[in-house]
């Protein structure tokens, strides 16, 4: 992990929720660091802050700190309605649908005139050629 990866990930560390082998480099990482280790203490310090007295009462620098971290540790999902490529696809989807039911409804309407104007060029063709349409 990159020192800023590290960074990041050091509330999900303190929390408990890393696998193992990231707390372990973590672990390390926090051995050289005292950058990552004064950001360590100070998370615990707001977490302490927080169960006593809740997010409205810190300090507006901490509570921005703190929601900063919560925000970096979790990865964002996008839902449909966040993503425009999967809403331009249901869409086209939609489109679609509409026009092969438009081109049923459409040929199922002009099926009998169609079938009618085939037959009479089958018949009338045939009747060129001379061959009986009769039998």
Same mark, same amino acid.
Do not use: W
């Given at each position: 992990?990159?020192?800023?990866?590290?960074?990041?990930?050091?509330?999900?560390?303190?929390?408990?929720?890393?696998?193992?082998?990231?707390?372990?480099?973590?672990?390390?990482?926090?051995?050289?660091?005292?950058?990552?280790?004064?950001?360590?203490?100070?998370?615990?310090?707001?977490?302490?802050?927080?169960?006593?007295? &809740? =997010?409205?009462? *810190?300090?507006?620098?901490?509570? @921005? +700190?703190?929601?900063?971290?919560?925000?970096?540790?979790?990865?964002? $999902?996008?839902?449909?309605?966040?993503?425009? &490529? =999967?809403?331009? *696809?249901?869409?086209?989807?939609? @489109? +679609?649908?509409?026009?092969?039911?438009?081109?049923?409804?459409?040929? $199922?309407?002009?099926?009998?005139?169609?079938?009618?104007?085939?037959?009479?060029?089958?018949?009338?063709? @045939?009747?060129?050629?001379?061959?009986?349409?009769?039998?």
């Amino acid at each position: 992990m990159t020192h800023e990866e590290i960074k990041n990930a050091l509330s999900a560390y303190m929390d408990g929720e890393l696998e193992s082998a990231q707390k372990s480099e973590i672990e390390r990482h926090l051995g050289t660091c005292s950058t990552c280790t004064a950001e360590l203490k100070e998370l615990r310090q707001v977490a302490s802050e927080f169960k006593k007295t &809740g =997010a409205e009462k *810190l300090p507006p620098h901490i509570r @921005a +700190m703190a929601l900063a971290q919560s925000q970096a540790a979790e990865p964002k $999902k996008q839902t449909a309605r966040q993503s425009p &490529g =999967a809403f331009n *696809l249901v869409l086209v989807v939609a @489109a +679609m649908v509409i026009l092969v039911l438009i081109f049923g409804m459409t040929l $199922k309407h002009m099926m009998p005139t169609l079938f009618s104007s085939v037959s009479g060029s089958i018949t009338g063709a @045939a009747s060129t050629l001379g061959a009986s349409t009769s039998n």
